[in-house]
């Protein structure tokens, strides 16, 4: 594969910038933290979850509201779309496993895991159920949360996911299967790109832990997945949003919908064959910058606040 080509399947998983806050600053308010969860939350920490010491974030306030970012990202991807959506909601920011300033523990990073961890996120913040907000893989991981905790989701957004591997255009889906067979051959090219240098200066040991999230990521996102049995039975209203020009073809974002009952008949003058679930598909939005798009947090908001 050439360099090219792994830099741009990287930047099909993940859209980042950086923020100067290191991780022993943010271990020091964790361990200050922990002691006083049940009354007050701190506002950032490492919490012991699924066997791992998971970071998050927290902004704002009202009902919680978690955020799930993509694929060699972090917190700090979601930039003013998180401070926007924290002006009405407690915003719940998490850095994934391998991700912003949570190791690459040794475990393998599966959606599953990934699903778990958060689900024990939200019981040890002490919220009852959150609406959960995931993007590329942070929304593959709340695809699976849905699937496997429902109990901890109110309201479920997925952007730019499909449900199945073969959602994915042919290109992404090659460069995707490409990575994972020889995720090695990617660490040095990647180096020279802005994702390393965010990761850089979130990630203790950054160097040294850079390849393990590299073949950790790599194999989770080139394998063959197809969820679709599970769609129908997610029982909290969902919401798909997808650009026009995304990574994840239109038919199947149609399809994802179709799965959810929507989009099978005429709604009524009066909206009564609609169920709770909704597709927004944002005009002129791609997969890499649809966060950046400034209709995506009303698009949000206007779904969770329902």
Do not use: C
């Not at 399947?9 to 290191?22: D, G």
């Not at 401070?83 to 959606?111: C, E």
């Not at 394998?223 to 029982?235: E, N, Q, R, T, V």
């Amino acid at each position: 594969m050439l360099r090219r080509d792994f830099v741009k399947t990287a930047a099909a998983l993940s859209v980042v910038s950086a923020l100067p806050k290191t991780a022993a600053a943010a271990q020091t308010q964790a361990q200050e933290g922990t002691t006083i969860m049940t009354t007050t939350r701190p506002q950032s920490g490492y919490a012991p979850v699924n066997g791992i010491e998971l970071y998050y974030e927290i902004h704002g306030s009202g009902k919680p509201l978690v955020l799930l970012h993509g694929g060699f990202g972090s917190i700090e991807m979601f930039g003013q779309a998180l401070t926007d959506l924290a002006k009405s909601r407690q915003v719940i920011g998490v850095d994934l496993q391998g991700h912003g300033r949570t190791l690459p523990f040794d475990r393998p990073m599966t959606f599953e895991n990934l699903a778990t961890d958060v689900a024990e996120l939200i019981k040890w913040l002490g919220y009852g159920k959150a609406d959960v907000v995931g993007y590329s893989l942070g929304a593959a991981t709340a695809m699976r949360l849905g699937i496997d905790h429902p109990e901890v989701i109110e309201r479920l957004v997925l952007t730019s996911v499909p449900y199945s591997f073969a959602g994915w255009h042919d290109y992404n889906q090659q460069g995707m299967k490409g990575m994972a067979a020889a995720p090695e051959q990617a660490v040095e090219p990647m180096k020279q790109t802005p994702m390393y240098a965010a990761y850089a200066q979130l990630m203790p040991d950054a160097a040294a832990n850079w390849p393990k999230t590299i073949k950790q990521t790599a194999g989770l996102v080139g394998k063959d997945f197809d969820w679709s049995a599970a769609i129908p039975g997610l029982p909290m209203p969902v919401m798909l949003v997808y650009g026009d020009w995304d990574a994840v073809r239109t038919s199947h974002a149609t399809s994802f919908f179709e799965l959810l009952g929507g989009g099978r008949q005429d709604a009524n003058w009066d909206g009564s064959g609609m169920n709770d679930n909704r597709l927004a598909i944002i005009a002129g939005a791609t997969h890499y910058n649809i966060f950046a798009d400034p209709r995506i947090v009303p698009i949000i908001l206007g779904f969770v606040d329902a």
